[in-house]
């Protein structure tokens, strides 16, 4: 094989492998920007989009690691668990490096979606700390557990009137 043509085969596997870093996290919109229903990837089961089986669908777009990589499995088409790309090829009928390369286009660095902000939950539990009070006679969770038959002995259970 020549030099050009390896360069060539290497340039394209960086470019499948830099598109699916750029679907993580973005499965949702990539899957419903190829036509597949909204009501599809809400994680419950449903009809496949692929078979059209009524209840056999599931869109799981995690891993055991927590990411993001558009897991799905329907009982027909694919009893075990595939990913977003394997759904997407399925679906439209293209192949993988033309799929890689119309995500690379779409959510290349110059498109990229704005970062997440995501706040600090240390900071949102203190937060809501600050406000909770012990549970006194009055107070209407003491009187819904009471109503219950549950007693309150610790001072540790505490209430929050402002969250309902």
């Not at 240390?122 to 107070?139: G, H, M, Q």
């Amino acid at each position: 094989m020549d030099k050009a043509r390896t360069n060539k085969m290497g340039q394209e596997e960086k470019s499948m492998s830099h598109a699916i870093d750029l679907a993580q996290g973005r499965w949702r919109s990539i899957l419903s920007g190829y036509g597949i229903p909204e009501s599809a990837l809400n994680g419950k089961h449903g009809p496949c989009p692929l078979c059209g089986g009524k209840d056999r669908f599931r869109f799981v777009n995690k891993t055991k690691e927590g990411s993001l990589s558009g897991l799905w499995v329907c009982n027909q088409c694919r009893p075990g668990m595939s990913d977003g790309m394997e759904l997407l090829m399925q679906f439209t009928g293209l192949d993988f490096a033309q799929l890689a390369k119309e995500i690379e286009q779409q959510y290349s660095a110059s498109k990229q979606d704005p970062p997440i902000q995501r706040r600090d939950p240390k900071i949102l539990l203190d937060r809501t700390a600050k406000y909770c009070r012990p549970l006194n006679e009055i107070n209407p969770a003491r009187m819904y557990l009471k109503s219950r038959g549950i007693k309150i002995t610790s001072q540790s259970i505490r209430y929050n009137q402002s969250i309902r």
